[in-house]
C-alpha cells in the first residue's frame, strides 16, 4: 500500500486529494495536510472584498467532506519537509510518505514594498481572511463618502488577473452606491503595458481592457515599480524600457489593494538547504515535464508554488501566472504518474497547461483562453460581454459544489471541454 501525502487543500490540492483516491482506490493511503481546516474558494475574494459574498458563501469545513471520501486530513503548518527521510513534520508530529505532492500554495511577500499589505497601509484580496478585513475597510471607506483609490499589482507579482477584477468590481459596486463621481481611481501594474497578464497578452486583451478602464474612467501607471505605501499615499516610479526611472508619481488614496509578489512558502524554501536543485531562489518548486522533481522522483508540485521563467524580459519584474485550469491539468498528469510509478512504470503523462480563465467585471465579464498558457500559441483569444459575469457566477458554485461532493471533473465538463478541443494532457 502506497501512502500519498498532499500539502495544501485550496483549488490545487483539494482536487488532487479526491482525484488521487478516486484513482488508486481503498488499497492506498491518502492524507492531506491543510494549515487551514476550511476549504475557500480564493476566486471569489474580490466579491467578498466589496460586501458581494460572506465567508460562509464560499468556504466549507473540509473534514467532513474528506472523511467521507476515505482521505486523512491533517490540520496543521507543514514546519519541515525531509525528502531523503520520506518524512514531514507538522510541528512535532512526523508524517511519513511514498509520495509527496506540493501544493502549499506561496508566501505572500508584503515585507519587500515599504507598508504594503494589511500589517501596513493596504488591504489584501489573497486569502479569505484577508478579504474579509478588505471588506470591513470597504463599508468605512463607503460609509465615509469615498475617496481617490488605487489598485494594482507591484513588481514581481505574477497574479494580475485579480487586480482587474477588483479594480472593476470597485467602480461597479461605488456606481451602485452613488459614490464613484467621489471616487478617482489610479490602476498601478508592473505590466509593460494595461492587458499583458504576466502572459504576453492573451488575443487582444490589451485593447480589451485598456477600452474598458477608459470607459470606467480607470487611470494608469505601467512599468512601475511601487517604492513605499502610506496611508494617504502610494509612491511609484514609472521606468521606461531599459528600466530607468523617467518619473516618480506620488497617487493620494484613501483604500488601496495592490497584490505582492509571491515566493515559497518557508517549508519548501527550505529545501534548498538539502540540495540546491528543489527549488529556485525565490522559493518555488523545480519540476520536470511531468510536474516531478529533478532531485526527488516521488516529490511532484502543483499550482502557484511551482516554478515557471518569466514568458518574456520586461522592464520591470513579471512573474508568470498559474490559473485554474492549467492548474487542473497538473492535477491530472501528477494522478496518472504517481499511478504509473505505483504499477511500476515511468512517469508518462505530460500536463497541456491550457489556460481558461473568465474574469468578473462586476457587471460585465470577460473570458481569455491561450492554448497552451506559455507563449508560442496555438490558441489565443479574448472577449467581453455579460455572459462571461454570469458564467463566473456560475462557475463559482458549481466548483464549489463539486469540492464538497468530491468530484473535480464531472464527465459532462470533460466532454464539453473535449469537444472544444481543451485537455488536460498532451497527446503522447
Not at 483539494?14 to 484513482?23: E, H, N, R
Not at 488508486?24 to 495536510?33: A, D, E, F, M, N
Not at 503548518?77 to 518524512?87: F, G, S
Not at 468605512?140 to 488577473?161: H, K, L, M, R, W
Request: charged residues 20%; hydrophobic residues 40%; proline residues 6%.
Amino acid at each position: 500500500m502506497a501512502h500519498i501525502v498532499v500539502i495544501g487543500a485550496s483549488t490545487g490540492g483539494l482536487p488532487f486529494a479526491y482525484d488521487i483516491k478516486k484513482t488508486l482506490g481503498s488499497g492506498h493511503q491518502v492524507t492531506v495536510i491543510s494549515n487551514n481546516p476550511n476549504f475557500n474558494f480564493i476566486p471569489s475574494n474580490p466579491w467578498l472584498a466589496v460586501g458581494w459574498r460572506s465567508e460562509e458563501d464560499i468556504s466549507f469545513e473540509l473534514e467532513p467532506r474528506l472523511k467521507r471520501k476515505d482521505i486523512n486530513l491533517i490540520v496543521g503548518e507543514a514546519t519541515e519537509i525531509k525528502p531523503n527521510d520520506n518524512q514531514v513534520m507538522v510541528g512535532d508530529q512526523v508524517v511519513d510518505y511514498d509520495y509527496l505532492v506540493l501544493a502549499t500554495g506561496p508566501k505572500l511577500a508584503f515585507d519587500e514594498v515599504e507598508g504594503l499589505g494589511p500589517d501596513g497601509h493596504s488591504v489584501s484580496i489573497c486569502t479569505t481572511a484577508h478579504a474579509k478585513v478588505a471588506s470591513s475597510e470597504w463599508e468605512t471607506f463607503c460609509n465615509n463618502g469615498g475617496g481617490p483609490i488605487v489598485v494594482g499589482a507591484v513588481q514581481g507579482a505574477s497574479c494580475f488577473g485579480p487586480a482587474y477584477e477588483f479594480a472593476t468590481i470597485m467602480d461597479t459596486d461605488l456606481k451602485k452606491r452613488g459614490i464613484r463621481d467621489k471616487c478617482p481611481m489610479t490602476f498601478v501594474t508592473a505590466e509593460p503595458y494595461i492587458g499583458h497578464l504576466g502572459l504576453g497578452g492573451v488575443g487582444d486583451s490589451k485593447g480589451l481592457l485598456e477600452s474598458e478602464f477608459r470607459q470606467r474612467h480607470i487611470k494608469w501607471i505601467t512599468n512601475a515599480k511601487v517604492a513605499s505605501v502610506s496611508a494617504d499615499t502610494v509612491t511609484v516610479e514609472e521606468v521606461d524600457d531599459a528600466g530607468k526611472t523617467i518619473k516618480t508619481h506620488e497617487v493620494a488614496t484613501k483604500h488601496t489593494m495592490l497584490l505582492p509578489a509571491f515566493k515559497g512558502v518557508d517549508a519548501v524554501a527550505k529545501l534548498a538547504e538539502v540540495d540546491a536543485g528543489y527549488v529556485n531562489p525565490r522559493g518555488f518548486v523545480m519540476i520536470n515535464s511531468h510536474q516531478q522533481s529533478p532531485v526527488k522522483d516521488n516529490i511532484f508540485s502543483l499550482g502557484v508554488n511551482v516554478a515557471i521563467p518569466p514568458v518574456e524580459a520586461t522592464p520591470v519584474m513579471c512573474g508568470t501566472p498559474k490559473t485554474g485550469y492549467m492548474i487542473e491539468s497538473m492535477v491530472t498528469a501528477i494522478v496518472y504518474n504517481i499511478e504509473d510509478m505505483i504499477a511500476g512504470n515511468a512517469p508518462s503523462h505530460i500536463p497541456t497547461w491550457n489556460a481558461v480563465c473568465i474574469a468578473d467585471m462586476g457587471d460585465t465579464g470577460a473570458a481569455f483562453v491561450a492554448m497552451p498558457q506559455i507563449p508560442p500559441r496555438n490558441v489565443t483569444w479574448a472577449k467581453k460581454g455579460k455572459m462571461m459575469h454570469l458564467a463566473k457566477i456560475a462557475f463559482e458554485k458549481f466548483f464549489i459544489r463539486n469540492m464538497k461532493t468530491g468530484n473535480s471533473e464531472p464527465a459532462y465538463q470533460k466532454y464539453i471541454f473535449k469537444m472544444l478541443g481543451i485537455e488536460r494532457l498532451k497527446k503522447k
